[in-house]
């Protein structure tokens, strides 16, 4: 079967580095994005890697190994507002999504 | 520009009864999607389409139906509405397939059904 693992919640500390790890099984890859959900919130779009490596956005960066199936998005300088649930999903081969059940970051001050 | 919008935002049925969930959007986006999401699960495609007049069943398309007569709009109907049929529903466009290009969501509809 198909499945995204991500850690269920996560806690650090207000200006601080925190990595959000993503595992996948999948049949076949061709990208994989992370989004970002505050409570009671739509998702909202953060980053999308095909390629391995990292790529740097702002605070955020996002890094992809194809060959362990594996992903994390790296948040730096950590604000209040960054408490929200961080979410992975996948494309397979037949361009399908499959989504993580997220990842709840709690930022304490 | 209003992105993704859904109504209605809140929803109490009882079993058995019937709604409607609108959906729309003013991106031009040929590509719309309906999931759900509920607690301890990824977001499940329920419905999508990938363009005016056409509609696709997702990963969980039973007990619900869709209808896209304007490429702007994407209806998700519960014909008779089963208490596993609570919880966040999304609509979701993208320009392109969301395989490989972002979704823009609407705010949710949050569905209770006694």
């Known amino acids: 079967g198909q499945n995204i693992d991500q850690p269920t919640e996560m806690t650090a500390t207000e200006g601080a580095i925190v990595q959000i790890n993503c595992t996948y099984q999948?049949?076949?890859?061709?990208?994989l994005f992370w989004y970002q959900q505050h409570a009671g919130e739509a998702p909202t779009f953060l980053s999308y890697?095909?390629l391995d490596g990292l790529e740097e956005k702002g605070r955020f960066s996002s890094f992809l190994s194809r060959s362990k199936g594996y992903s994390y998005l790296l948040l730096k300088e950590l604000q209040m507002k960054d408490s929200a649930s961080y979410l992975c999903?996948?494309?397979?081969?037949?361009?399908?999504?499959?989504w993580g059940a997220g990842t709840k970051l709690i930022i304490k001050p | 520009n209003a992105g993704v919008t859904q109504t209605p935002k809140f929803r109490v049925l009882k079993t058995g009864q019937s709604m409607t969930l609108l959906c729309a959007q003013d991106?031009?986006?040929?590509?719309m999607y309906w999931y759900r999401q509920d607690p301890g699960m990824g977001l499940r495609l329920i419905h999508y389409?990938?363009?005016?007049?056409?509609?696709a069943k997702g990963e969980v398309p039973d007990g619900y139906n869709v209808s896209r007569l304007k490429k702007q709009n994407f209806l998700l109907g519960l014909e008779s509405a089963a208490p596993s049929q609570t919880s966040v529903y999304f609509c979701?466009?993208?320009?392109?397939?969301?395989?490989?290009?972002?979704?823009?969501f609407g705010p949710g509809t949050r569905l209770t059904v006694l």
């Open positions: 979701a466009s993208s320009l392109e397939l969301a395989a490989y290009n972002e979704q823009f």
């Open positions: 991106m031009n986006h040929e590509y």
């Open positions: 389409s990938v363009g005016e007049g056409t509609t």
């Open positions: 999948t049949s076949g890859f061709n990208g």
């Open positions: 890697n095909v």
């Open positions: 999903a996948v494309t397979d081969s037949n361009y399908q999504l499959i």
